[in-house]
């Protein structure tokens, strides 16, 4: 080994063989400083002495190894090189070296492994001890939970879902503790045997599940949701027992009906993740939605839970319960008797509204429908009473007659010319029976349901003044209930009339409205004029049990109190000797109107739907007791095979919920008669009944008394705003026939 003279390092030196045998050094005698140099001496400290002491030999030796070094053949030369380099690099260094390895020191290169060995072992103390600290003294609680995380699980405690219930507190919807089944495929050690296991025990797709399972690429998946508790402990406890890992149990809820379908459409539904989707569950879903909790539980490695180990939870806060206006009883009452009626109809569906006019207080909302395919006929999830439009025909008459009235148009003792037909434009108008010209006066004209007597009034009002009168009655606009898919319905703007417009919709064609808001507009008769808006939330409960009532929607004035009495007694006049004559309550004053509407050909727009036949809309819309008000009820059928007639085909249903609704509600008669007509000339209209008592004070509100201190008695007053609506009607009444079953 040589000393390499750039970094003091040792390394090999290859011998070459010498041109000329070496001679023995002759023996020098020391110099006058002491002597010869000791035999121990090395080359790289005869390097270090001054060029002019060095040995000849000792010269050449060290020029041949700077030759062979930097690659010199001549010896001069490369003795040149060496000393230039020696004297550069300070050779103290090299000669020291040399020195110990004369004495029999270690190596360099031994030593220096042995010190590097050294300091890694004391770094490694160092770094141990630091880490050490870290953990016990700096960090403690990270390290506590990384180790706790190997063996604990934070599992989601969901928040439980409100319950709704009835005004009565029967419940409607509410959730019951179910659980769900996941895996983790990445753990699952045998896909195939668990997927026989649990197929054997719930209903899945075992095809579908074992893929899943096998996906060892997924660390979640779900087994089974929401199954009943007692099953999911039992399949985990096979596939435990099987030594099959990879599966957990985590709490759900599932939403429930207890009563099945009943009210289905209002209440509304849940997804699987428990968010509403409709009815009351979408709009109320934010109060109705629980706020979820944690629970920490220990786990074995396998995933499962160990038994008796400690845990800790923080509970979920259960969302709030909601309570409706809608009675349990009316509302299963409602549903079984449109069932009915719709299957002995043979008609597609039905819409029954029961509820309280001088609250707007909804006791009942039943949907029902045929299925096409099987037949049979059901509730169903589709709020056809909010959501669907129809053309009401005849009912919607009260409008047109009413805002007569209201205008001073018309007066209750006028005897108006009635012709068996009238045309307007290029259409002719009949009634629904044949009669010849002669003079009925405005009652008679609606108990008799006269198209051409309700046209010519229709043609006094106005294009103009008959739109506002509608969108005051409440047609047009959205309830204040915000539920989902509700319908404004079908309102064109007057501007856009003809004056077949004009005439079609005075007697209720041509626009479309939906059944909810028929019954609205019908409550204005009963409230004395005002219109009270439709009411379905009564209360919210909070998450301490507090209840908060939900407040009732602005009453507004829509027409003169004393118009809407005439209304009531032309509405009673129905019953008693009109259209509806056949549906009389013993006992108890009603005050209804029938209604037959064609249904215009969604496919063309006109009215036939071809080899000259027709298809209906019946509805009979009332309510009683007539001198009191406390019970309204609307019912429509869609499409009615056996009975045309608003009177024949919806009428017994109005008649056997009034029934009910008067038990229920255990609402007392009021008085067996009512009079033919508020004015006391009655040639020719038949006999006169016995006066009742006089009807209760008018109701009135704020806008009415500054209205009667002004001297001002017209339609809407302070309170009475029109509501834009944004559908348009495009009814092609080329084909509208001449008068309908009842008018």
């Known amino acids: ?355 309280d006019p001088r609250t707007g207080e909804l006791l009942a909302v039943a949907n029902v429908a045929r299925n096409q395919d099987t037949g049979e006929v059901s509730p169903v999830i589709y709020n056809m009473a909010f959501a669907a439009a129809f053309e009401a025909g005849s009912v919607m008459k009260v409008v047109t007659v009413a805002g007569a009235y209201e205008d001073n148009k018309t007066d209750p003792n006028e005897r108006i010319m009635v012709p068996a037909s009238l045309k307007v434009g290029d259409h002719d108008y009949t009634d629904s029976h044949w009669h010849p010209t002669e003079p009925w006066r405005v009652q008679q004209i609606v108990a008799q349901s006269s198209n051409i007597g309700t046209i010519t009034l229709g043609q006094r009002v106005g294009a103009k003044r008959l739109e506002e009168l509608l969108r005051s009655f409440g047609f047009g606009a959205r309830t204040e209930l915000d539920l989902p898919g509700e319908s404004r319905g079908l309102l064109s703007s007057s501007d856009d009339w003809y004056p077949t417009d004009l005439a079609s919709i005075s007697i209720g064609q041509g626009i479309a409205v939906t059944p909810v808001q028929l019954w609205s507009a019908y409550n204005v008769i009963a409230n004395e004029g005002l219109y009270v808006p439709p009411r379905l939330i009564e209360e919210v409960g909070g998450p301490d049990g507090t209840a908060k009532p939900v407040p009732a929607g602005e009453e507004r004035r829509v027409i003169r109190p004393e118009v809407a009495r005439w209304m009531n007694l032309a509405l009673q006049q129905v019953v008693l000797d009109g259209t509806a004559s056949e549906w009389s309550l013993p006992g108890y004053t009603v005050a209804a109107k029938t209604g037959t509407a064609r249904k215009p050909n969604p496919d063309t727009g006109r009215y036939d739907w071809g080899g000259g036949s027709y298809r209906y809309n019946t509805v009979f819309s009332g309510f009683l007791p007539a001198s009191d008000p406390q019970l309204s009820i609307t019912v429509l059928l869609d499409e ?52 009742p008592a006089p009807p209760a004070p008018p109701r009135t509100t704020p806008e009415d008394e500054r209205a009667a201190a002004e001297g001002s008695g017209g339609a809407g007053g302070a309170g009475d705003r029109a509501v834009d609506g944004d559908g348009e009607v495009s009814v092609d009444d080329d084909q509208l026939a001449e008068g309908t079953p009842d008018g």
């Open 1 to 355: 080994m040589t000393v390499d003279p750039l970094t003091g390092g040792d390394r090999p030196r290859t011998r070459r063989a010498s041109p000329t045998p070496r001679r023995a050094a002759p023996e020098r005698r020391s110099d006058a400083r002491g002597g010869r140099p000791p035999a121990s001496e090395s080359a790289a400290g005869a390097a270090a002495r001054p060029r002019s002491e060095r040995e000849p030999g000792e010269r050449s030796r060290l020029a041949a190894d700077a030759a062979r070094t930097w690659g010199h053949d001549s010896a001069d030369s490369a003795a040149e090189i060496w000393d230039r380099v020696s004297e550069r690099f300070h050779t103290r260094f090299v000669a020291r070296r040399a020195h110990h390895r004369a004495r029999g020191a270690p190596g360099y290169s031994e030593r220096n492994r042995y010190h590097a060995l050294v300091g890694v072992v004391a770094l490694l103390s160092v770094l141990v001890t630091v880490k050490l600290v870290n953990i016990q003294v700096i960090s403690p609680d990270r390290y506590l939970n990384l180790g706790t995380n190997q063996r604990v699980k934070m599992d989601d405690l969901p928040g439980p879902r409100g319950t709704i219930r009835d005004r009565n507190g029967v419940d409607l919807a509410l959730s019951v503790q179910m659980v769900t089944l996941i895996a983790d495929p990445k753990r699952v050690t045998d896909p195939g045997k668990a997927t026989d296991i649990i197929s054997g025990e719930v209903d899945v797709d075992a095809d579908e599940l074992a893929a899943r399972l096998g996906d060892s690429n997924s660390r979640f998946t779900y087994v089974a949701r929401q199954i009943d508790p007692r099953t999911g402990e039992a399949v985990l406890k096979k596939l435990q027992k099987a030594g099959i890992a990879g599966f957990f149990i985590e709490d759900d809820q599932q939403r429930v009906n207890p009563a099945e379908s009943l009210a289905s459409a209002v209440v509304g539904r849940t997804d699987i993740d428990g968010a509403g989707t409709s009815g009351i569950e979408k709009t109320l879903d934010d109060q109705l939605t629980g706020t979820p909790g944690e629970r920490i539980v220990e786990r074995a490695p396998d995933g499962s839970g160990i038994a008796n180990a400690p845990h800790k939870a923080v509970p979920a806060i259960p969302g709030e319960d909601v309570t409706l206006t809608l009675d349990q009883t009316l509302q299963y009452e409602a549903e079984r008797q449109l069932v009915a009626a719709v299957d002995s109809e043979s008609a597609n569906a039905g819409v029954a509204i029961m509820g």
């Open 640 to 691: 009615p095979k056996n009975h045309l007639s608003g009177a024949s085909a919806a009428g017994p249903v109005f008649n056997e919920l009034a029934k009910a609704g008067l038990t229920h509600l255990q609402i007392p008669p009021d008085r067996p008669s009512v009079p033919r007509a508020e004015s006391g000339d009655d040639e020719g209209d038949g006999p006169v009944r016995a006066t």
